[in-house]
């Protein structure tokens, strides 16, 4: 990526349009801020707009002075988003509650902050998202912030600044929206070698969001090379083992093994999970609750909040990268890849505001090809199947409808018996996760599935019937 100079003409207007700003009376400001109330398409008062001014005007001027617009949008979007399972905190995602009162005490971190917030701005405005183009005002923000972040990294104890961390995964998130994948990789590098000098981050409200942060970006990186959407790269997603065991199992495995639902158990006993995908289910079971659950007091909404926001987007990025090296293995599609490729389709983060639909067609695609792969499921692995592809179908229509989960669902009612009758899918279902909350809402897009399976079957009856009345006549 590397520091771009904006030509002299450039800062000098940016010059002139900060200067006007200042000269602005408090009556026309006032007459400008009734306009905006009195457009119907302007966003939504968020948790910050009262103060916002007073908050973003004690800051120093940065170059290229970024429009309200995208830091609005940014409290917009995120107050939008869904963690996981429709648990949408509002004003306490994470991002609000968390990292921008970060961002707010620390000048180095809020220009990484601006940088992240405007280049997802001109992303979802830009028409091509595979070839975007940076503005002007965008390239002066990031320097600012590549800027910054260098005199900071010259710190004895820049290993240990929480903002720093913050401040290069902000950055990665603008490298991601101008699809500037040597930046993308050279912060990843980065950040993994900081993490790697402090050992680690812990579970306190601010680790947890920043986990979030680079599990994400891992997420995409790895997935991007599963799909094949980016070249194989084993820089920035190691090869990391891959063992089976066979019954009886070893006393750790055991333990993962007793913390998973009975469905996914039964599964795993036939001795075509890995060990670290165990591992990694059983992580899942000790967030996969939280989905159940409501918020007692405030201090656990917080606590459970950021855990949802990290945790099965580690989940989900983990998934991703057993996948690839499954693939570099050369082992063959079964039932490891579904389940991995399945979970990682539902669990991970949806939002209406991201444009992941490539992502979204294409993952799903890979995950019927790995469906139809199992030639002879035995039936712990047809009731994985049929679960997975209901939550899927669900999950997909409740973030926008995808064709793809419809024809997942669809080969399975059509190839397994036991989904066609909402009792033995309630059976199914009972011997894994969230059945209880959302039983209801699996029931209605099963009975649409069924439906459009029926409807199609007597298309097809009433097809092969023409020819016949045609010949009588």
């Known amino acids: 990526m590397g520091v771009v100079s904006p030509s002299d003409d450039e800062l000098e207007i940016q010059a002139g349009v900060v200067e006007q700003e200042e000269d602005e009376s408090g009556t026309q400001w006032f007459n400008r801020l009734q306009e905006w109330h009195s457009n119907n398409n302007a966003l939504v008062h968020t948790a910050l707009d009262s103060h916002r001014r007073d908050m973003f005007a004690s800051y120093p001027l940065t170059p290229g002075q970024p429009s309200m617009a995208s830091i609005d949008e940014y409290i917009y979007t995120q107050r939008r988003e869904e963690l996981c399972l429709h648990i949408t905190p509002d004003a306490h995602h994470?991002?609000?509650?968390?990292?921008?009162?970060?961002?707010?005490?620390?000048?180095?971190?809020?220009?990484?902050?601006?940088?992240?917030?405007?280049?997802?701005?001109?992303?979802?405005?830009?028409?091509?998202?595979?070839?975007?183009q940076r503005s002007q005002a965008m390239i002066m923000i990031q320097?600012?912030?590549?800027a910054t972040l260098q005199k900071r990294l010259a710190q004895p104890a820049a290993h240990l600044d929480d903002g720093l961390i913050m401040s290069v995964l902000h950055l990665m998130v603008a490298d991601s929206c101008s699809m500037d994948l040597p930046a993308l990789k050279l912060h990843l590098k980065g950040v993994r070698q900081i993490l790697a000098l402090r050992g680690g981050l812990s579970d306190?409200?601010?680790?947890?969001?920043?986990?979030?942060?680079?599990?994400?970006n891992e997420f995409y990186i790895a997935l991007g090379q599963y799909l094949q959407l980016s070249p194989d790269d084993l820089s920035t997603v190691p090869m990391q083992p891959i063992?089976?065991?066979q019954h009886p199992f070893p006393s750790d495995v055991t333990r993962d093994l007793a913390k998973l639902p009975l469905g996914l158990a039964e599964a795993a006993l036939s001795g075509q999970l890995s060990v670290r995908c165990m591992k990694?289910?059983?992580?899942?079971?000790?967030?996969?609750?939280?989905?159940?659950?409501?918020a007692n007091s405030t201090e656990y909404a917080m606590t459970r909040y950021c855990r949802l926001f990290c945790e099965p987007r580690e989940f989900a990025r983990d998934a991703v990268m057993l996948l690839l090296d499954l693939r570099r293995s050369n082992i063959p599609p079964g039932l490891e890849h579904v389940v991995c490729l399945g979970l990682a389709i539902i669990v991970r983060h949806l939002s209406g505001q991201n444009r992941t639909n490539i992502f979204d067609h294409a993952s799903l695609t890979a995950?019927?090809?790995?469906?139809?792969?199992?030639?002879?499921?035995?039936?712990?692995?047809?009731?994985?199947?049929?679960?997975?592809?209901?939550?899927?179908?669900?999950?997909?229509?409740?973030a926008g409808g995808v064709p793809a989960a419809d024809d997942l669902l669809d080969y399975v009612l059509d190839s397994f018996p036991a989904a066609r009758s909402w009792k033995g899918i309630?059976?199914?279902?009972?011997?894994?996760?969230?059945?209880?909350r959302f039983e209801q809402e699996w029931k209605m897009y099963w009975q649409s599935g069924l439906d459009r399976v029926k409807n199609r079957s007597s298309g097809a009856r009433l097809l092969q019937r023409q020819p016949l009345n045609l010949v009588q006549r």
């Open 280 to 294: 990694m289910l059983s992580n899942l079971a000790q967030w996969a609750h939280l989905a159940n659950t409501q």
């Open 426 to 436: 309630t059976k199914i279902c009972r011997k894994f996760w969230w059945f209880g």
């Open 204 to 216: 306190t409200p601010s680790h947890l969001a920043l986990r979030a942060i680079l599990a994400t």
């Open 94 to 132: 994470p991002a609000l509650s968390v990292l921008i009162p970060m961002a707010m005490q620390d000048t180095g971190l809020f220009r990484a902050f601006l940088a992240a917030a405007q280049s997802q701005y001109e992303w979802r405005r830009n028409r091509n998202p595979r070839n975007p």
């Open 243 to 245: 063992t089976y065991v």
């Open 143 to 146: 320097n600012d912030a590549i």
């Open 367 to 398: 995950l019927i090809a790995n469906v139809k792969a199992i030639d002879t499921p035995n039936v712990a692995e047809s009731e994985v199947i049929i679960w997975l592809a209901l939550v899927i179908n669900w999950r997909a229509h409740t």
